[in-house]
């Protein structure tokens, strides 16, 4: 069955340094992978969407790396800020009109003051 | 109304009671969804529709039933709710092909 990783354990950082979110999956060829941000209580934000023919996307300080032959995301946040600690979910998306989004369960960053 | 607002924002519920999650979106997008978050599990989608007058399944539907009689609104019925359905429910819209999805603020529901 089609499964996603990401890191389990929450990813504690300094501010100023750089954050790394892992999101491998399994079972599975996306046509495109998204990452979004959630606070607690409230519902996910989109951030970026990557599709299959493209290695990287960068969005101010954020950028997002594709690898379908690992078949694995990497979400790069430079320059860290405290008011980046979320948790941050991949998501995978089909080809065609199926707009249904598979989900990883999320991995938690703290960036220390 | 800018985006998607859910009612109630929570809601405890005895076990046996019929209970509607309300949905509403003013982006016009076609496609609606409802999720489930419980920890350790993410979110897993109950039920979607691509399109108004139409719905799907998704990865855990039973218990639940929905409608989409136009494009804005999307209920979420749970006939005769069950403790096991204690959860935060979102739900979600997004516009045509690999649309980015956009949530509501949740309804936090306990079934005792």
């Known amino acids: 069955s089609q499964k996603i990783e990401q890191n389990s354990e929450a990813l504690n950082i300094q501010e100023g340094k750089t954050a790394t979110l892992t999101c491998n999956y399994t079972?599975?060829?996306?046509?495109?992978l998204q990452w979004y941000r959630q606070d607690p209580g409230r519902g996910p934000v989109f951030l970026l969407l990557?599709?299959?023919n493209e290695k990287e996307k960068r969005k101010e300080r954020l950028k997002v790396t594709f690898d379908t032959t690992l078949k694995q995301s990497l979400f790069h946040i430079t320059a860290s800020q405290p008011a980046d600690s979320a948790t941050y979910l991949c998501a995978l998306g089909g080809a065609g009109n199926n707009r249904k989004l598979i989900w990883g369960l999320g991995t938690s960053l703290a960036v220390n003051p | 109304i800018a985006g998607i607002t859910q009612a109630p924002t929570s809601q405890i519920l005895a076990a046996g009671r019929r209970m509607t999650l309300r949905c509403t979106q003013d982006m016009r997008h076609n496609a609606m969804y409802w999720y489930r978050q419980d920890l350790g599990l993410g979110l897993r989608l109950i039920h979607y529709s691509n399109t108004a007058g139409t719905t799907g399944k998704g990865e855990v539907p039973d218990g639940y039933s929905v409608s989409r009689a136009n494009t804005d609104d999307f209920p979420l019925t749970l006939a005769s709710a069950v403790p096991s359905q204690t959860s935060v429910y979102f739900c979600a819209s997004s516009d045509q092909g690999a649309g980015e999805q956009f949530f509501g603020p949740g309804t936090r529901l306990t079934v005792l």
């Open positions: 990557i599709r299959e």
């Open positions: 079972n599975y060829s996306p046509a495109y």
